[in-house]
């Protein structure tokens, strides 16, 4: 296979995201076809990929010029208008899932069944017995085609973390402080949202950090900022209890109105680390010091979804995956099941985990 052809199927804020990073950056890829629920967004879309002098085709086709390798080329994306037509599709050899998580499974389901692997933007699927289906699903093609979009494993930062605390020269990790501010998110974005497109990436990180599930869960609700809608929770506080007795706890705060800020510091025997402390450039003038924060996760983690990206594709070419599996997405699923009773409640809930042998043999 000379060149993996990708289809994105959602092109919203992080598809479309996808499809500038495929068509610029991604090497060895070539983004062949989009579809959204919205077809005026896709074609606006495969429009703006295109270069001005493009001559659209017929058929709703878009030729867009990029450069690989210093070679210019021709490029045509496809607007499909079904996502289950772009899935079967034959000139589509892979697919990046960014459509609203209530269609992932349906979309998972069809991934599977044509063969196609597939890059999954969290949540894998809205809930756990969902989740779990897809996984067993998977499982019993004996093949890995499902790869999660939690990025921050292909963060610089987190992965430098990530070999420190492995590398065990800081003793075993006891603690993790995790802090997820955004700068505002839209009123739609109800405090169930909260736990499950925001907290979940930190439930993600403590269980690739610990190399242990989560058991555990307790969401607590501070008094809300008055900049929200009424009866949304923001920010939260969560405690998250792991299989080995570590703990990490947590705020989500996804209208801090400043900008975006991710941190986390870990805690273990003989010393701490800390990682996201924008120490880009930091300026000192006209009475001001300090640096500049990004406004959202697209920038902060710019590098990390390249970096996905290119390793998605380079194992894809392989057969594999190289990243977080359907079991991770499934786990992070089930813990914000969990979390979802507690935010109701305010009590610790038990995460109700599939028994990982049983389902995985
Ligand atoms: C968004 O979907 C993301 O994945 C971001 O990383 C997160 O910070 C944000 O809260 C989510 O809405």
Redesign the pocket.
């Known amino acids: 296979m000379t060149e993996l052809r990708v289809g994105i199927v959602g092109v919203g804020v992080m598809g479309a995201d996808h499809a500038e990073r495929v068509v610029r950056k991604t090497v060895g890829a070539r983004l062949v076809a989009v579809s959204d629920a919205d077809a005026g967004r896709a074609e606006a879309l495969a429009g703006r990929l295109s270069e001005r002098s493009a001559d659209r085709s017929a058929g709703g086709s878009v030729s867009t010029a990029r450069h690989s390798g210093g070679t210019a080329y021709a490029e045509t994306v496809r607007v499909v208008e079904d996502p289950l037509d772009l899935i079967a599709a034959d000139d589509v050899d892979a697919v990046i899932l960014a459509s609203p998580g209530s269609v992932h499974a349906e979309q998972l389901f069809a991934c599977l069944e044509h063969g196609k692997p597939v890059l999954c933007e ?1 949540p894998l699927t809205m809930d756990a017995a969902s989740a779990l289906r897809v996984v067993e699903a998977e499982h019993k093609l004996g093949r890995q085609l499902i790869q999660v979009g939690f990025m921050r494993r292909f963060d610089p930062e987190y992965a430098a973390l990530k070999q420190l605390l492995d590398s065990g020269d800081l003793g075993r990790t006891l603690l993790l402080h995790n802090v ?1 501010r ?1 700068k505002s ?1 839209p009123p739609t974005f109800r405090s169930e949202m909260i736990v499950r ?2 907290m979940v ?1 930190e439930v993600d990180v403590a269980r690739w950090l610990f190399g242990e599930e989560i058991t555990r869960i307790t969401v607590h609700t501070p008094a809300p900022t008055s900049l929200v809608g009424d009866g949304v929770l923001d920010p939260q506080l969560a405690v998250f209890e792991l299989a080995n007795g570590a703990m990490a706890n947590v705020e989500v705060f ?1 209208n801090f109105q400043v900008g975006y800020e991710v941190r986390c510091e870990a805690v273990a025997e003989r010393g701490s680390a800390t990682i996201g402390l924008g120490s880009g450039v930091f300026t000192r003038a006209g009475e001001q010091w300090g640096g500049t924060m990004p406004a959202d ?1 697209r920038v902060r ?1 710019e590098q990390a979804y390249d970096i996905e990206v290119q390793r998605w594709v380079d194992a894809t070419v392989r057969g594999e995956i190289d990243g977080p599996s359907a079991w991770d997405g499934y786990a992070a699923a089930a813990v914000c099941e969990a979390g979802l009773e507690s935010l109701s409640t305010g009590k610790p809930v038990d995460v109700a985990l599939a028994d990982r042998s049983k389902v995985l043999g």
Do not use: G, L, Q
Request: glycine share 0%; hydrophobic share 40%.
């Open positions: 969290k997820h955004n998110a497109d925001s990436h996804v996760f983690f």
